[in-house]
């Protein structure tokens, strides 16, 4: 469990959600896949890791490129990912 700067408790999120929303937003900024490609990606990162531990996930488009939250499905709360999109550095 982690405890978010509101007080609340989430599960902890996998590192395979951030590196596979890092690289597919990185990848969407430059072209190399379509929206379409990208959306099945984040599509089935939501069905397969988020989904189960009770998130859905949240891309908001910006100039920059895609950003992204969680929103707990039980309780609502949104938090943002920070570190997570197009600009940010590779951790893999």
């Given at each position: 469990m982690h405890i978010t700067p509101y007080g609340k408790s989430m599960k902890a999120v996998p590192d395979i959600v951030r590196v596979v929303l890092t690289q597919a937003a990185r990848m969407r900024r430059s072209g190399a896949i379509s929206d379409l490609v990208f959306s099945a990606q984040i599509e089935r990162l939501e069905r397969e890791e988020l989904a189960p531990r009770g998130y859905h996930l949240l891309v908001y488009d910006t100039a920059n490129?895609?950003?992204?939250?969680?929103?707990?499905?039980?309780?609502?709360?949104?938090?943002?990912?920070?570190g997570i999109g197009p600009l940010e550095r590779s951790i893999i």
């Open positions: 490129g895609p950003t992204f939250s969680l929103k707990a499905t039980a309780t609502g709360v949104v938090l943002p990912l920070v």
